[in-house]
């Protein structure tokens, strides 16, 4: 309902989306300024519909500066039912309750943009929403069925603007598409768009089913903290029961929730998907669940449009606009790279165990009952061949510098008597060693 002291907005009043353009710069100009700017560069331009480039990211900072604070989003065009149709692409930060909504009207064909877009901005974005909403204003219906209708719209344009943020919506564990009554929800209504949920108890535990009830999420954690704090032993158990439940499912979709959510959305329905407090563009085909992949960062990858939705961890397969797994861009380079990675970790394993049997002495190869001056000669001989090769080390780093400095005479004469100087000590030293022994 309308907040009190506010007249309820009629349907006349979404003209002004109509007018975002007069604040907000229209599609060709946003474009057509990307264009010439790319072009001034050297980049691409926009080519016509069949053969056009992904833009590049020197598209997407131009336009940030000619339009600053707004978002800006790249369009992937991808070959959807023999027509080429337009996906909206994700960053980081990007609106996802409006990209879901605007990829299923796009995906249905009920929005249509100029097939040489290749960036929009979120005002854009909320212009062909707002147009498509008044377009699809129910033409002959009865006077309640008005009201009604011009009631809904009223509180859907009060939570509008949150497309653009996030929407509050609150689940329930007792059905896919269950969900507390919002403000929010009304939006889906309107739209005719499904929003479904994975996240349900499994009706087989009873104790789960029991500790969760018909509570919402908001209400099930008020729930648990009010268990925590009671006196009643079965409640606390039960507020247990309900927190373990909320801990084993942290990913919101149980498997339960997967068999009812493949039950439940029909063949080729396209609808919203919610989860972690994201919204995805869901589908089904040949009684499979597939999500829509909007991340900017597969933008020129034409192949992987869907990513398939068959378990709770959330390491689906990536298919193409056919629904056909993607293949490798070349498997053979796949395979000769994973071959050298498997060859350097071998090389690199082998060298710090040469490395550690270098520098450690075998122990479990030394006889027991061995006598202390047999096991004094070992140590020894061990210790007289880590100074060799100390010795065989230095010298050759020695005679590299001999050579380095063999252009200059004067260096050369002076490097050499340094040689003998110190190869001098260094004799003596391992005369030193080879007379002694260690005693124990």
């Known amino acids: 309902?309308?907040?009190?002291?506010?007249?309820?907005?009629?349907?006349?009043?979404?003209?002004?989306?109509?007018?975002?353009?007069?604040?907000?710069?229209?599609?060709?100009?946003?474009?057509?300024?990307?264009?010439?700017?790319?072009?001034?560069a050297g980049g691409p331009v926009s080519q016509p519909e069949g053969d056009r480039p992904a833009a590049g990211s020197q598209l997407l900072s131009v336009s940030k500066e000619r339009f600053p604070g707004q978002s800006v989003y790249h369009i992937k065009w991808v070959r959807w039912k023999e027509e080429n149709t337009p996906v909206i692409t994700q960053n980081e930060n990007g609106p996802c309750p409006l990209l879901a909504i605007m990829n299923v009207l796009l995906l249905a064909w009920k929005i249509k943009l100029p097939p040489m877009m290749e960036i929009i901005t979120a005002e854009q974005l909320m212009e062909y929403l707002g147009d498509y909403i008044l377009d699809a204003k129910p033409k002959e219906i009865s006077e309640i069925q008005r009201v009604n209708y011009e009631q809904n719209m009223s509180d859907a344009m009060a939570i509008l603007h949150k497309l653009q943020t996030g929407l509050d919506v609150n689940v329930k564990f007792t059905g896919v598409r269950v969900f507390e009554y919002t403000p929010e929800c009304i939006v889906f209504d309107l739209l005719d768009i499904p929003l479904y949920h994975g996240w349900l108890v499994d009706p087989q535990v009873a104790d789960i089913v029991k500790a969760v009830g018909n509570c919402s999420y908001n209400q099930l954690v008020e729930k648990i903290i009010s268990c925590k704090q009671s006196d009643n032993s079965e409640l606390v158990s039960e507020g247990f029961v309900a927190e373990q439940f909320l801990n084993n499912t942290a990913t919101q979709l149980t498997y339960h929730g997967l068999c009812e959510l493949t039950s439940a959305v029909q063949e080729g329905e396209l609808c919203v998907f919610f989860r972690n407090n994201h919204f995805s563009t869901m589908t089904k085909?040949?009684?499979?669940?597939?999500?829509?992949?909007?991340?900017?960062?597969?933008?020129?990858?034409?192949?992987?449009?869907?990513?398939?939705?068959?378990?709770?961890?959330?390491?689906?397969?990536?298919?193409?606009?056919?629904?056909?797994?993607?293949?490798?861009?070349?498997?053979?380079?796949?395979?000769?790279?994973?071959?050298?990675?498997?060859?350097?970790?071998?090389?690199?394993?082998?060298?710090?165990?040469?490395?550690?049997?270098?520098?450690?002495?075998?122990?479990?190869?030394?006889?027991?009952?061995?006598?202390?001056?047999?096991?004094?000669?070992?140590?020894?001989?061990?210790?007289?061949?880590?100074?060799?090769?100390?010795?065989?080390?230095?010298?050759?780093?020695?005679?590299?510098?001999?050579?380095?400095?063999?252009?200059?005479?004067?260096?050369?004469?002076?490097?050499?008597?340094?040689?003998?100087?110190?190869?001098?000590?260094?004799?003596?030293?391992?005369?030193?060693?080879?007379?002694?022994?260690?005693?124990?």
């Not at 990858?301 to 056909?324: M, P």
């Not at 110190?422 to 003596?428: A, C, L, M, T, V």
């Open 1 to 40: 309902p309308s907040p009190p002291g506010e007249e309820s907005c009629s349907l006349d009043s979404l003209e002004s989306f109509s007018n975002l353009h007069s604040c907000c710069p229209s599609s060709s100009e946003l474009n057509s300024d990307a264009e010439e700017a790319a072009a001034s």
């Open 285 to 440: 085909y040949k009684g499979q669940l597939y999500l829509l992949v909007t991340d900017q960062g597969f933008l020129t990858e034409e192949k992987v449009v869907w990513e398939s939705l068959h378990n709770v961890d959330g390491d689906g397969n990536f298919c193409d606009s056919e629904f056909h797994l993607r293949p490798p861009s070349d498997p053979e380079t796949v395979y000769r790279g994973q071959q050298d990675q498997i060859d350097q970790d071998y090389l690199m394993a082998l060298s710090l165990q040469q490395e550690q049997q270098n520098q450690e002495i075998n122990w479990e190869q030394i006889p027991e009952g061995i006598s202390d001056l047999e096991l004094a000669k070992k140590l020894q001989e061990e210790e007289d061949r880590r100074a060799s090769q100390y010795y065989q080390e230095q010298e050759q780093a020695a005679a590299q510098v001999q050579v380095q400095g063999a252009a200059s005479p004067a260096s050369g004469r002076q490097s050499g008597s340094n040689e003998r100087k110190r190869k001098e000590p260094r004799e003596k030293e391992r005369e030193k060693e080879k007379n002694s022994c260690v005693l124990l």
